[in-house]
C-alpha cells in the first residue's frame, strides 16, 4: 500500500512542469478591447454618423459651460505697457486688451526678431499659479513652464494671457476666488469664461501682422492643458493643441466634486447637484476632447499623477479618442504619450510638445530629414 501512494506521487510530480518551465502559448488573433470609453461611438458605424453625432457633442460641450450666457464681445482696444528684447532672440511686451466691457486681460506676447514672412503662433497657457502669465514667460518660479521663453526662441509668436483670477486681476479674496465671477455672471461658468476669453487671445493673434493666422496652435499644463483641449474643442481657428497633465475627467473620478466645489475656484457651478446624487453630465471631456478632430491634438499625462487609477483609465480612453480620428481620416494628427514623472512639464515631455507644433504649424521642410553629403 505505501509503495502504491509513493509510485502515485512520484507519477504526479513527474507530470507537474517545474517552476521555472516556460508557459506553453498558443498563438492567436487579438481581442477586441472593450471599455467603458466605447460610448463615445456608441450607434456610429461611419462617418457620416459621426459627423451627426459630433454635433450633439458639440451642444452638450456649450450647454455644459454655458456659452449662452456669456457677454457680447467688445472692441479689443488693444495697449501696450512695455517691452524688452530678451537675448537678442525676441520682443516680449506687456498687453492687455477687453474681453468684457468692464473687464481687460493681461497677456504677455513674444515675437521673434529674426523672422521671414508670417510666424506660426501659439496660445501659451498657465497652471494654478498666481502670477502665471509671468511663469510662462521665464520671470519666476519653474523655468520648465516658461513656454513663451522656449517657443520664441523655436521662431513662434506667443501669447500668455492670464487666468482670469490671476496676475492683474486677483480679486480682493485672493488668487482663483471666483466667487465675484459668480456674482456678476451666475449663469455662466468658469470654464465658460476662461474659454471665451483664450479664444479672444486667437482674436488678438490674429489682429498682428506678424502672424499667419492658418498656423495657431494652443498648449499647456494643469489648468493650462485642460483649457487647451476646451480652446481647441470651441475654437475652430487652433489647428494644433497639445495638453500636459490636464483634467482627471469626470467618470471613474473618486473626486469628480472638486469640478464643482462649493468654495474657492468652482470650475462648473451648476452641475454640483447632480455630482452629488452620484450622476455626471450627458458629456464627458474625452467626448470634448474628440470636438477637436480632426485637427492636431496630443495628449500628455503622468501614470502617477495624482490618482493612479484614475489617470491609468486615460490610456484606455486614448486608444478609443484614435478611433475618431481614424473616422475623420486624419489619424496621423492624434497622438499620446504617457509617462511616470508625476504631475510635471519634463525636458522629454516639453520636447515632444515642441516637436509636434513643430509639425503640424511649420513647413514640411522644416522637420524633413536628409541624407549626409559625400
Not at 473616422?327 to 515632444?352: C, M, Q, T
Request: aromatic residues 10%.
Amino acid at each position: 500500500m505505501i509503495f502504491r501512494i509513493a509510485l502515485v506521487l512520484l507519477l504526479v510530480k513527474a507530470s507537474t512542469p517545474a517552476a521555472s518551465d516556460p508557459p506553453v502559448r498558443k498563438r492567436s488573433t487579438a481581442p477586441v478591447i472593450k471599455s467603458s470609453w466605447d460610448d463615445l461611438l456608441d450607434e456610429v458605424n461611419n462617418a457620416e454618423e459621426w459627423k451627426a453625432h459630433k454635433e450633439v457633442l458639440r451642444k452638450r460641450y456649450l450647454d455644459l459651460i454655458r456659452d449662452q450666457y456669456k457677454p457680447k464681445k467688445p472692441a479689443p482696444n488693444l495697449k501696450f505697457h512695455g517691452e524688452i528684447v530678451v537675448d537678442g532672440q525676441y520682443t516680449r511686451k506687456l498687453i492687455s486688451y477687453n474681453v468684457e466691457a468692464d473687464e481687460r486681460a493681461h497677456a504677455y506676447l513674444g515675437i521673434p526678431l529674426k523672422r521671414e514672412g508670417k510666424l506660426p503662433a501659439i496660445v501659451a497657457l498657465h497652471g494654478t499659479y498666481k502670477q502665471g502669465k509671468s511663469r510662462v514667460a521665464g520671470l519666476v518660479d519653474n523655468p520648465n513652464k516658461a513656454y513663451l521663453d522656449h517657443l520664441c526662441r523655436r521662431g513662434y509668436i506667443v501669447i500668455a494671457p492670464e487666468h482670469f483670477v490671476s496676475g492683474h486681476r486677483i480679486p480682493p479674496e485672493g488668487p482663483y476666488e471666483t466667487g465675484r465671477f459668480y456674482e456678476k455672471h451666475p449663469n455662466w461658468t468658469a470654464v465658460g469664461k476662461f474659454t471665451y476669453e483664450h479664444s479672444i487671445a486667437v482674436d488678438i493673434l490674429q489682429s498682428l501682422p506678424e502672424v499667419d493666422v492658418d498656423k495657431i496652435g494652443a498648449l499647456g499644463h494643469s489648468l493650462g492643458g485642460h483649457g487647451t483641449f476646451f480652446l481647441a474643442a470651441y475654437d475652430q481657428r487652433i489647428k494644433a493643441s497639445a495638453c500636459n497633465c490636464g483634467a482627471s475627467f469626470l467618470r471613474h473620478n473618486p473626486r469628480v466634486e472638486n469640478w464643482s466645489r462649493n468654495h474657492w475656484y468652482v470650475y462648473i457651478k451648476h452641475i454640483r447637484p447632480t455630482l452629488l446624487r452620484g450622476e455626471l453630465p450627458p458629456i464627458d471631456y474625452h467626448e470634448i476632447m474628440a470636438l477637436i478632430a480632426p485637427r492636431s491634438y496630443l495628449d500628455v499625462s503622468g501614470l502617477n499623477d495624482g490618482l493612479k487609477l484614475t489617470q491609468r483609465q486615460r490610456i484606455v480612453m486614448n486608444m478609443k479618442l484614435m478611433e475618431v480620428w481614424e473616422l475623420e481620416k486624419a489619424p496621423e494628427n492624434f497622438a499620446f504619450y504617457a509617462h511616470g514623472r508625476g504631475h510635471s512639464v519634463k525636458h522629454e515631455s516639453r520636447e515632444l510638445i515642441y516637436g509636434w507644433m513643430d509639425t503640424h504649424l511649420k513647413p514640411a521642410e522644416f522637420t524633413a530629414t536628409k541624407l549626409v553629403s559625400e
